[in-house]
């Protein structure tokens, strides 16, 4: 299977499918906002770990925003390898270096402050011994940062994605008429499925990346909040917390504790559970409780999730203290 996910991607390259004179996927803003969140500065040479990396440019707006960091990157395709270096000598970017890499067999003595898994751990055969993998390679302090999709919000596309399969029959893994059907069929997914609609205009062959990446790729499986956090039971991580939640052109963080006053957008149960008695009963409930009605009220296409340490959540903002959950030793 390892096979078939690495020439999926060297004929799908993804996020984006060729070398840009500009490109704008915000890459760095999830960081930057943790960055506010921290109690304690953190280094300014921070050591930064992207697992999956693809083409590169998200990373590459980390490296860009963070000038400082020592990133390392690395992805099983050859092609997004080569790709996401092309960009980083247009880009003019030094401080990053690219590598091909297998995640299940990934080996390092160094140990970082970030490591990055962004929509990689649901598109792998064995995602708790890949989870476990990486939360060994995050230090004493550092943090787990992993985009996941959420089997609410991405219900329909994965009947859709199950339906072209089947219609494919022996010819699934042919790439050519994968994409023929999908195409006849009308599928495709929007630009702002999982957040906030991208300012940049993605042409034709980014979007064919995208569309197949969702819809095609060999594995795809999608998760709830408690399935995602028991990936990380028994890795050696101490906590974990669902950080924020994304829909079809929107996002907000989870502020489960109530802190105050955050520069950026919370999701709230106003308009979503109005009931005084809910609201009650909601108050109620303990954190894994209170995660669970928010994934059905907010039914949301993908998450962030959030993890590290008993000494890293010591660095953390009361709504990540207030989000957090205590992970068990023993492994799924």
């Not at 004493?140 to 072209?164: I, M, N």
């Not at 998760?223 to 929107?250: H, M, Q, S, Y």
């Not at 520069?263 to 005084?276: A, E, H, K, N, Y």
Request: hydrophobic letters at 40%; charged letters at 25%.
């Amino acid at each position: 299977m390892t096979n078939e996910v690495r020439d999926f991607y060297d004929r799908f390259p993804y996020p984006l499918a060729t070398v840009k004179s500009a490109y704008d996927l915000r890459g760095a803003a999830i960081l930057r906002l943790l960055d506010f969140e921290l109690r304690a500065a953190r280094p300014a040479n921070r050591r930064i770990l992207d697992v999956g990396c693809g083409t590169g440019h998200r990373i590459l707006d980390v490296a860009r925003s963070y000038p400082d960091a020592h990133i390392r990157a690395f992805d099983l395709s050859r092609k997004s390898i080569d790709l996401a270096r092309r960009q980083a000598q247009q880009d003019g970017i030094c401080n990053i270096t690219f590598e091909v890499g297998d995640i299940t067999r990934f080996e390092c003595e160094e140990r970082f402050d970030i490591v990055i898994a962004n929509g990689v751990l649901h598109h792998l055969a064995d995602p708790h011994s890949a989870a476990r993998r990486l939360s060994g390679l995050v230090n004493d302090t550092g943090f787990l940062y992993a985009f996941l999709v959420h089997s609410y919000g991405e219900h329909e596309k994965l009947l859709q994605r199950d339906l072209l399969l089947t219609l494919l029959g022996a010819q699934r893994s042919s790439h050519d008429a994968g994409l023929a059907l999908l195409r006849d069929m009308g599928y495709g997914i929007t630009s702002g499925r999982y957040g906030e609609r991208l300012s940049e205009d993605l042409d034709a062959v980014d979007m064919l990346s995208r569309d197949a990446d969702s819809l095609l790729n060999p594995i795809h499986a999608a998760l709830k909040f408690d399935e995602a956090l028991e990936l990380l039971c028994g890795t050696g991580l101490d906590w974990a917390e669902i950080d924020r939640v994304f829909w079809e052109g929107g996002g907000a963080a989870l502020d489960l504790a109530g802190s105050s006053s955050l520069p950026f957008p919370v999701f709230t149960l106003d308009g979503r559970l109005d009931s005084r008695l809910a609201r009650d009963y909601y108050e109620r409930l303990d954190t894994a409780a209170k995660l669970h009605v928010v994934e059905l009220l907010a039914k949301p296409t993908g998450f962030l999730l959030l993890a590290g340490t008993q000494r890293s959540v010591l660095l953390s903002s009361k709504r990540i203290v207030g989000n957090a959950i205590a992970l068990s030793a023993d492994a799924s």
